[in-house]
């Protein structure tokens, strides 16, 4: 990007005329929010997802990801930080209401892994859309390993107001469809959150230390922190960096997803799905009566594609995304870089969701040209060199094919995001501009980030990284436990977990088809429409 300045701040004067600040009122923001459960001891919880919750198939807001220990809590989509920070208190009151002694680890990396086999895979029952679901985690396991998988994160969930939308088109082209037009913006958007994405593990990341169980006796460069812990001395996000939930399917397999566009956006992730991987038919897919995985293609499906950044449209029941983002666009962007906040009771606050509603728009407003091969590849090395030592002093980033000093362009990019904050807010101090100038700290002192805090503590208490994250974890129940949801809500979520046990229990009655008819059908979806793309 080359001085994107001067279209950034000719866009914001425009909207902030032209009343923008009145629409961002109805943007929504959404939480995904990742946590193990453990033992009062701190070993990973050999207890099935607990009855009381629901059905982790069908309940809306109370799920569970990769291992039936990995607890998914989801917010609905809202139109305030403080409504959609307050329903995900409320999923944390109720949540330990039913987890007897366990509790919910507070930190993105693991606890203690005796071995990928003490992992137990998610189960949502026997109906075909619940085997699905656990033949595909089982298929991550087998093409990964389990381990990588049981390390949680947060995701930010972001849409713009339609309001928002007719006006930003009326001042940038003025004509064509709605869809095609948000499609072609919010590309560019993805873009820029890739191009910047680091900024999120500096100013965020709180996983700089692990239990050295992660490492599964594999010898890494990591250094040790005491007997029991590995760490980098300047890491921001472990998670983030190349210890961490990495996708490897362009190494061998040639696949790396393209973001010229939303057409070719789709049609990348359905060639990944539709193309056979020859180290992964090595696996087999049915072998004797147990699925191993769904298919033996370079993605199972499409969410086996790691992003930090990712376009999203609400799907129907089992249609799939690409589909979905073929028939009717982009309905809003999913960030995916967040760490756990570990000094927080839920992992998330309104800091970092007012920055990344500014960053939103920062690179919403901001030149978008399409990622080249080089470019593709600097973006890849920014993260991982910001997870790794995005705290050293003088560290180099690459930007434009020349090295660029991480606190310079960290800098560059605040500066720039103070109009959007003006905007977002509808004045000059609001909270975003309140949250603007807490990162703006953190660049001038990176003592103040998530990061080193984490570090600092340990040292501080004498303690490695499991018995930091146990202490804190156990801190984070006790004040949750010291709080209860309001009688309607916590009689709502009983009637949420009662009717997603009974859903679940007639999908099971009422299913009737093979497993392999249910995969030949999912799979064969939208043949018919493939070429009516949207953007």
Avoid at 433 to 459: G, H, N, Y
């Amino acid at each position: 990007m080359k001085d994107p300045r001067a279209a950034l701040e000719r866009r914001a004067a425009g909207l902030s005329t032209g009343g923008a600040s009145a629409t961002f009122a109805d943007n929504l923001i959404g939480l995904e929010k990742e946590g193990l459960r453990v033992s009062a001891t701190g070993r990973l919880a050999a207890t099935p997802h607990p009855p009381s919750l629901g059905s982790a198939l069908t309940h809306p807001y109370i799920t569970t990801d990769f291992s039936e220990a990995l607890i998914e809590l989801i917010t609905p989509a809202l139109a305030s930080v403080d409504g959609v920070l307050g329903f995900l208190t409320d999923l944390h009151l109720y949540l330990y209401r039913h987890l007897g002694a366990e509790l919910l680890w507070a930190t993105s990396m693991p606890c203690v892994i005796e071995g990928a086999r003490s992992i137990p895979l998610a189960r949502y029952g026997t109906s075909n859309p619940g085997t699905m679901k656990t033949v595909y985690r089982r298929g991550l396991g087998n093409r990964y390993g389990r381990t990588m998988q049981v390390i949680a994160g947060v995701h930010f969930n972001h849409s713009f107001a339609d309001a928002f939308w007719d006006l930003y088109q009326e001042q940038t082209t003025g004509s064509g469809e709605a869809v095609h037009f948000r499609a072609e913006a919010q590309m560019g958007m993805v873009r820029n959150l890739q191009r910047v994405g680091w900024l999120v593990p500096y100013l965020f990341g709180a996983s700089p230390a692990v239990c050295a169980s992660f490492a599964q006796g594999q010898e890494t460069d990591l250094r040790r922190f005491d007997a029991n812990t590995l760490f980098y001395p300047y890491a921001t996000s472990l998670r983030m960096g190349d210890i961490g939930y990495q996708n490897k399917q362009e190494e061998g397999t040639g696949m790396k997803a393209c973001y010229d566009s939303l057409d070719a956006y789709v049609r990348s992730l359905t060639w990944a799905i539709e193309t056979p991987c020859p180290q992964y038919e090595e696996i087999g897919v049915k072998v004797g009566d147990r699925y191993e995985q769904l298919n033996a293609n370079v993605l199972q499906i499409e969410n086996e594609y790691y992003s930090t950044v990712r376009p999203k449209q609400i799907t129907e029941w089992m249609e799939k995304p690409t589909l979905a983002l073929r028939r009717r666009g982009i309905r809003y962007v999913e960030l995916r870089s967040l760490d756990v906040d570990i000094f927080d009771p839920i992992g998330v606050g309104a800091e970092q969701l007012f920055f990344l509603e500014t960053l939103m728009l920062y690179c919403l407003l901001s030149e978008s040209p399409r990622i080249g091969t080089r470019e593709r590849r600097d973006i890849d090395e920014n993260q991982v060199l910001t997870a790794h030592r995005g705290r050293e002093p003088g560290l180099q980033l690459a930007r434009e094919r020349e090295p660029m000093g991480l606190r310079r362009w960290a800098e560059e990019i605040l500066s720039g995001m103070a109009a959007v904050a003006e905007l977002l807010d509808g004045t000059s101090e609001g909270p975003r501009a309140e949250s603007l100038q807490r990162q703006w700290d953190k660049v001038r002192d990176p003592d103040l980030t998530p990061s080193a805090r984490v570090l600092e503590t340990m040292r501080a208490h004498g303690e490695g990284f499991f018995a930091f994250a146990q202490r804190l974890s156990d801190t984070h129940r006790q004040h949750l436990l010291a709080s209860t949801p309001t009688p309607e809500r916590a009689a709502w979520l009983d009637q949420l977990a009662a009717d997603s046990v009974q859903q679940q229990g007639e999908m099971e009655t009422a299913d009737e088809q093979s497993f392999e008819d249910f995969l030949r059908d999912y799979f064969g979806q939208g043949e018919g429409d493939r070429e009516v793309a949207v953007g």
